[in-house]
Protein backbone atom coordinates (compact mmCIF):
# COMPACT_ATOMS: atom_id res chain seq x y z
CA UNK A 1 0.00 0.00 0.00
CA UNK A 2 1.42 3.39 -0.72
CA UNK A 3 -1.22 6.05 -0.08
CA UNK A 4 -0.75 9.74 -0.34
CA UNK A 5 -2.95 11.43 2.58
CA UNK A 6 -5.85 12.54 1.10
CA UNK A 7 -6.85 16.20 0.36
CA UNK A 8 -9.67 18.40 1.62
CA UNK A 9 -10.53 20.21 -1.50
CA UNK A 10 -13.96 18.63 -3.17
CA UNK A 11 -12.49 16.90 -6.51
CA UNK A 12 -9.38 15.16 -4.72
CA UNK A 13 -7.40 12.72 -6.25
CA UNK A 14 -5.76 9.61 -4.33
CA UNK A 15 -2.94 7.76 -6.19
CA UNK A 16 -2.26 4.59 -4.97
CA UNK A 17 -0.53 1.44 -6.15
CA UNK A 18 -0.76 -1.99 -4.31
CA UNK A 19 0.65 -5.75 -5.48
CA UNK A 20 -1.33 -9.13 -4.16
CA UNK A 21 0.61 -12.68 -5.37
CA UNK A 22 -1.33 -15.79 -5.22
CA UNK A 23 -0.15 -19.15 -5.96
CA UNK A 24 -2.98 -21.46 -7.81
CA UNK A 25 -2.09 -25.50 -8.31
CA UNK A 26 -3.43 -24.80 -11.67
CA UNK A 27 -1.60 -24.61 -14.90
CA UNK A 28 -1.38 -20.77 -16.16
CA UNK A 29 -3.16 -21.86 -18.93
CA UNK A 30 -6.05 -22.71 -16.78
CA UNK A 31 -5.51 -19.33 -14.77
CA UNK A 32 -5.31 -17.32 -17.96
CA UNK A 33 -9.07 -19.06 -18.59
CA UNK A 34 -10.43 -17.73 -16.19
CA UNK A 35 -9.37 -14.46 -16.79
CA UNK A 36 -10.65 -14.71 -20.77
CA UNK A 37 -13.30 -16.14 -20.92
CA UNK A 38 -16.59 -14.75 -20.55
CA UNK A 39 -18.95 -16.92 -19.11
CA UNK A 40 -16.22 -18.14 -16.45
CA UNK A 41 -15.69 -14.27 -15.96
CA UNK A 42 -19.21 -13.97 -15.26
CA UNK A 43 -19.27 -16.56 -12.44
CA UNK A 44 -16.40 -15.92 -10.15
CA UNK A 45 -15.92 -11.95 -10.61
CA UNK A 46 -19.71 -11.03 -11.32
CA UNK A 47 -22.44 -13.54 -9.86
CA UNK A 48 -22.90 -13.56 -6.38
CA UNK A 49 -25.55 -13.54 -3.42
CA UNK A 50 -27.65 -10.59 -3.41
CA UNK A 51 -26.13 -8.89 -6.94
CA UNK A 52 -28.75 -8.44 -9.44
CA UNK A 53 -26.79 -8.11 -12.80
CA UNK A 54 -28.26 -5.67 -15.61
CA UNK A 55 -25.33 -5.70 -17.59
CA UNK A 56 -22.39 -7.78 -18.47
CA UNK A 57 -20.49 -7.57 -21.71
CA UNK A 58 -17.30 -8.57 -22.41
CA UNK A 59 -14.82 -8.92 -25.55
CA UNK A 60 -11.31 -10.12 -24.64
CA UNK A 61 -9.07 -8.53 -27.10
CA UNK A 62 -6.77 -5.51 -26.87
CA UNK A 63 -9.10 -2.44 -27.86
CA UNK A 64 -12.11 -4.49 -26.82
CA UNK A 65 -13.23 -3.81 -23.31
CA UNK A 66 -16.12 -4.74 -20.20
CA UNK A 67 -19.05 -3.07 -19.39
CA UNK A 68 -20.42 -4.61 -16.01
CA UNK A 69 -23.73 -2.50 -14.15
CA UNK A 70 -25.02 -4.51 -11.08
CA UNK A 71 -26.56 -3.28 -7.89
CA UNK A 72 -25.84 -5.11 -4.59
CA UNK A 73 -29.13 -5.36 -2.00
CA UNK A 74 -31.45 -3.33 -3.83
CA UNK A 75 -28.60 -0.28 -3.53
CA UNK A 76 -27.54 2.18 -6.54
CA UNK A 77 -25.80 0.58 -9.39
CA UNK A 78 -22.55 0.39 -10.07
CA UNK A 79 -21.04 1.00 -13.53
CA UNK A 80 -17.62 -0.87 -14.36
CA UNK A 81 -15.74 -0.14 -17.96
CA UNK A 82 -12.69 -1.64 -18.50
CA UNK A 83 -10.05 -1.44 -21.49
CA UNK A 84 -8.00 -4.19 -22.28
CA UNK A 85 -4.27 -2.74 -23.14
CA UNK A 86 -2.04 -5.75 -23.15
CA UNK A 87 -2.73 -9.41 -23.84
CA UNK A 88 0.30 -12.25 -23.75
CA UNK A 89 -1.90 -15.63 -23.54
CA UNK A 90 -0.83 -17.46 -20.91
CA UNK A 91 1.75 -14.79 -19.37
CA UNK A 92 0.11 -11.26 -19.26
CA UNK A 93 -3.32 -9.40 -18.82
CA UNK A 94 -3.13 -5.56 -18.46
CA UNK A 95 -6.44 -3.59 -18.31
CA UNK A 96 -7.80 0.03 -17.56
CA UNK A 97 -11.42 0.02 -15.64
CA UNK A 98 -13.33 3.17 -14.37
CA UNK A 99 -15.66 2.28 -11.84
CA UNK A 100 -18.86 4.83 -10.87
CA UNK A 101 -21.86 4.30 -8.10
CA UNK A 102 -24.89 5.98 -9.67
CA UNK A 103 -23.86 9.74 -11.75
CA UNK A 104 -20.73 9.41 -9.31
CA UNK A 105 -17.13 8.45 -10.89
CA UNK A 106 -15.19 6.48 -8.06
CA UNK A 107 -12.19 5.58 -9.75
CA UNK A 108 -10.09 4.67 -12.57
CA UNK A 109 -7.25 2.07 -12.41
CA UNK A 110 -4.94 0.31 -14.32
CA UNK A 111 -4.40 -3.71 -13.57
CA UNK A 112 -1.54 -5.85 -13.91
CA UNK A 113 -1.88 -9.95 -13.96
CA UNK A 114 0.92 -11.57 -14.47
CA UNK A 115 1.02 -15.44 -14.43
CA UNK A 116 4.37 -17.49 -14.45
CA UNK A 117 4.80 -21.15 -13.52
CA UNK A 118 5.48 -22.49 -10.16
CA UNK A 119 6.23 -26.13 -9.96
CA UNK A 120 2.66 -27.68 -11.48
CA UNK A 121 0.52 -24.45 -10.67
CA UNK A 122 1.38 -20.92 -11.47
CA UNK A 123 2.11 -17.66 -9.24
CA UNK A 124 -0.04 -14.71 -9.97
CA UNK A 125 1.02 -11.30 -9.65
CA UNK A 126 -1.78 -8.57 -9.48
CA UNK A 127 -0.81 -5.25 -9.32
CA UNK A 128 -3.39 -1.90 -9.31
CA UNK A 129 -1.88 1.60 -9.97
CA UNK A 130 -5.53 3.20 -8.86
CA UNK A 131 -6.80 6.77 -9.08
CA UNK A 132 -9.76 7.34 -6.64
CA UNK A 133 -11.70 10.37 -6.88
CA UNK A 134 -13.49 12.60 -4.41
CA UNK A 135 -13.32 10.57 -1.37
CA UNK A 136 -15.70 7.96 -3.03
CA UNK A 137 -14.21 4.92 -2.53
CA UNK A 138 -10.82 3.57 -0.83
CA UNK A 139 -7.87 2.42 -1.94
CA UNK A 140 -8.00 0.37 1.29
CA UNK A 141 -11.58 -0.98 0.51
CA UNK A 142 -10.09 -1.91 -3.45
CA UNK A 143 -7.38 -4.54 -2.25
CA UNK A 144 -9.50 -5.59 0.20
CA UNK A 145 -12.34 -6.09 -2.42
CA UNK A 146 -9.41 -7.52 -4.47
CA UNK A 147 -8.48 -10.63 -2.19
CA UNK A 148 -11.46 -11.45 -1.87
CA UNK A 149 -11.96 -11.60 -5.47
CA UNK A 150 -8.76 -13.60 -6.30
CA UNK A 151 -10.32 -16.12 -3.35
CA UNK A 152 -13.29 -16.45 -5.23
CA UNK A 153 -11.16 -17.31 -8.58
CA UNK A 154 -9.39 -20.11 -6.56
CA UNK A 155 -12.57 -21.55 -5.61
CA UNK A 156 -13.87 -21.15 -9.46
CA UNK A 157 -10.36 -22.95 -10.64
CA UNK A 158 -11.32 -26.01 -8.43
CA UNK A 159 -14.69 -26.43 -9.27
CA UNK A 160 -13.99 -26.25 -13.01
CA UNK A 161 -11.94 -28.35 -15.34
CA UNK B 1 10.47 8.06 -9.20
CA UNK B 2 9.34 4.48 -8.12
CA UNK B 3 10.48 1.87 -10.17
CA UNK B 4 10.87 -1.74 -8.98
CA UNK B 5 14.11 -3.66 -10.48
CA UNK B 6 13.58 -5.25 -13.93
CA UNK B 7 12.88 -8.57 -14.47
CA UNK B 8 14.91 -11.07 -16.95
CA UNK B 9 12.31 -13.26 -18.07
CA UNK B 10 11.32 -12.08 -21.87
CA UNK B 11 7.52 -10.93 -20.53
CA UNK B 12 8.59 -8.72 -18.09
CA UNK B 13 6.82 -5.55 -16.34
CA UNK B 14 7.86 -2.44 -14.31
CA UNK B 15 5.54 -0.75 -12.69
CA UNK B 16 6.49 2.76 -11.89
CA UNK B 17 4.73 6.16 -10.80
CA UNK B 18 5.99 9.74 -11.05
CA UNK B 19 4.43 13.23 -10.58
CA UNK B 20 5.46 16.00 -12.35
CA UNK B 21 4.28 19.42 -11.18
CA UNK B 22 4.28 23.13 -13.06
CA UNK B 23 2.77 26.42 -12.20
CA UNK B 24 1.40 28.67 -15.68
CA UNK B 25 0.61 32.65 -15.54
CA UNK B 26 -3.12 31.04 -17.08
CA UNK B 27 -6.01 30.67 -16.09
CA UNK B 28 -7.18 27.02 -15.16
CA UNK B 29 -9.97 27.00 -17.69
CA UNK B 30 -6.69 28.18 -20.30
CA UNK B 31 -5.01 24.97 -19.56
CA UNK B 32 -7.77 23.01 -19.29
CA UNK B 33 -8.65 23.88 -22.83
CA UNK B 34 -5.55 23.24 -23.95
CA UNK B 35 -5.81 19.33 -23.05
CA UNK B 36 -9.63 19.33 -24.16
CA UNK B 37 -9.40 21.22 -27.47
CA UNK B 38 -8.15 18.82 -30.39
CA UNK B 39 -6.26 21.32 -32.69
CA UNK B 40 -4.69 22.86 -29.57
CA UNK B 41 -3.84 19.33 -28.47
CA UNK B 42 -2.39 18.71 -32.06
CA UNK B 43 -0.30 21.83 -31.62
CA UNK B 44 1.69 21.26 -28.54
CA UNK B 45 1.88 17.40 -28.44
CA UNK B 46 1.63 15.49 -31.63
CA UNK B 47 3.54 18.19 -33.91
CA UNK B 48 7.10 18.52 -34.59
CA UNK B 49 9.65 18.86 -36.30
CA UNK B 50 10.71 15.41 -38.00
CA UNK B 51 7.40 13.76 -37.01
CA UNK B 52 5.17 12.29 -40.02
CA UNK B 53 1.60 11.92 -38.56
CA UNK B 54 -0.13 9.37 -39.96
CA UNK B 55 -3.02 9.97 -37.97
CA UNK B 56 -4.93 11.81 -35.10
CA UNK B 57 -8.32 11.31 -33.53
CA UNK B 58 -9.42 12.84 -30.61
CA UNK B 59 -13.15 12.53 -28.78
CA UNK B 60 -12.77 14.47 -25.68
CA UNK B 61 -15.41 13.10 -23.60
CA UNK B 62 -15.74 10.38 -20.80
CA UNK B 63 -15.90 7.04 -22.75
CA UNK B 64 -14.28 9.12 -25.94
CA UNK B 65 -10.33 8.50 -26.25
CA UNK B 66 -7.69 9.40 -29.09
CA UNK B 67 -5.88 7.16 -31.44
CA UNK B 68 -2.65 8.51 -32.94
CA UNK B 69 0.00 7.24 -35.44
CA UNK B 70 3.57 8.75 -35.93
CA UNK B 71 7.28 8.48 -36.87
CA UNK B 72 9.97 10.06 -36.37
CA UNK B 73 13.05 10.30 -38.63
CA UNK B 74 11.43 7.80 -41.11
CA UNK B 75 11.48 5.32 -38.11
CA UNK B 76 8.93 2.73 -37.55
CA UNK B 77 5.19 3.73 -36.63
CA UNK B 78 4.19 4.82 -32.80
CA UNK B 79 0.99 4.30 -31.82
CA UNK B 80 -1.11 5.46 -28.55
CA UNK B 81 -4.56 4.57 -27.97
CA UNK B 82 -5.64 6.90 -25.36
CA UNK B 83 -9.55 6.81 -23.65
CA UNK B 84 -10.58 9.49 -20.99
CA UNK B 85 -11.87 8.13 -17.76
CA UNK B 86 -13.06 11.20 -15.77
CA UNK B 87 -12.94 14.55 -16.54
CA UNK B 88 -13.95 17.21 -14.32
CA UNK B 89 -14.10 20.50 -16.59
CA UNK B 90 -10.98 22.92 -15.47
CA UNK B 91 -10.41 20.76 -13.03
CA UNK B 92 -9.52 17.23 -13.70
CA UNK B 93 -8.68 14.59 -16.86
CA UNK B 94 -7.96 11.58 -16.52
CA UNK B 95 -7.02 9.12 -19.01
CA UNK B 96 -5.57 5.68 -20.09
CA UNK B 97 -3.50 4.91 -22.88
CA UNK B 98 -1.56 2.14 -24.22
CA UNK B 99 1.80 3.10 -26.88
CA UNK B 100 3.02 0.78 -29.16
CA UNK B 101 6.18 0.78 -31.47
CA UNK B 102 5.49 -1.15 -34.57
CA UNK B 103 3.74 -4.57 -33.41
CA UNK B 104 5.49 -4.17 -30.28
CA UNK B 105 3.73 -2.88 -26.93
CA UNK B 106 5.66 -0.53 -24.96
CA UNK B 107 3.24 0.14 -22.40
CA UNK B 108 0.08 1.01 -20.88
CA UNK B 109 -0.10 4.23 -18.11
CA UNK B 110 -2.67 5.98 -16.39
CA UNK B 111 -2.59 9.58 -16.18
CA UNK B 112 -4.37 12.14 -14.16
CA UNK B 113 -3.97 15.93 -14.51
CA UNK B 114 -4.95 17.85 -11.63
CA UNK B 115 -5.43 21.91 -12.22
CA UNK B 116 -6.05 24.06 -9.44
CA UNK B 117 -5.82 28.05 -9.18
CA UNK B 118 -2.27 29.76 -7.77
CA UNK B 119 -3.12 33.23 -8.04
CA UNK B 120 -4.07 34.56 -11.07
CA UNK B 121 -2.22 31.01 -12.83
CA UNK B 122 -2.17 27.28 -12.49
CA UNK B 123 -0.96 24.81 -10.90
CA UNK B 124 -0.53 21.43 -12.88
CA UNK B 125 -0.13 18.49 -11.08
CA UNK B 126 0.82 15.40 -13.89
CA UNK B 127 0.76 11.73 -12.33
CA UNK B 128 1.52 8.88 -15.27
CA UNK B 129 1.07 5.35 -13.29
CA UNK B 130 2.41 2.89 -15.94
CA UNK B 131 2.97 -0.73 -16.45
CA UNK B 132 6.20 -0.61 -18.91
CA UNK B 133 6.48 -4.14 -20.92
CA UNK B 134 9.39 -6.12 -21.86
CA UNK B 135 12.44 -3.44 -21.45
CA UNK B 136 11.04 -1.83 -24.56
CA UNK B 137 10.59 1.30 -23.02
CA UNK B 138 11.48 3.15 -19.52
CA UNK B 139 10.14 4.61 -17.21
CA UNK B 140 12.61 7.44 -16.40
CA UNK B 141 12.49 7.74 -20.40
CA UNK B 142 8.76 8.66 -19.91
CA UNK B 143 9.04 10.98 -17.32
CA UNK B 144 11.74 12.81 -19.48
CA UNK B 145 9.28 13.05 -22.08
CA UNK B 146 6.95 14.22 -19.77
CA UNK B 147 8.92 17.12 -18.82
CA UNK B 148 9.50 18.39 -22.51
CA UNK B 149 5.87 18.07 -23.18
CA UNK B 150 4.59 19.91 -20.34
CA UNK B 151 7.52 23.01 -21.88
CA UNK B 152 5.53 22.30 -24.99
CA UNK B 153 2.60 23.28 -23.30
CA UNK B 154 3.86 25.88 -21.86
CA UNK B 155 4.81 27.68 -25.18
CA UNK B 156 1.40 26.98 -26.62
CA UNK B 157 0.19 28.74 -23.66
CA UNK B 158 1.82 31.49 -24.34
CA UNK B 159 1.80 31.56 -28.24
CA UNK B 160 -2.51 31.37 -27.86
CA UNK B 161 -4.59 33.93 -26.52
Given at each position: MNQSA????????????????RTYP?????????????????????????FAIAEFSFDFRVGGGEVSRFSYGGGPEVRLDAQFQDIVPDQRIVFSYRMAVGPQ????SLTTVEL????????LTYTEQGAFFDGVDSAQGREEGTRGLLEALG????KSK
Open positions: PEKDEHSVIHSTFTIEQSPERVFHAFADKATVRRWRIEGDGPMSATPSGDGTRAELQ
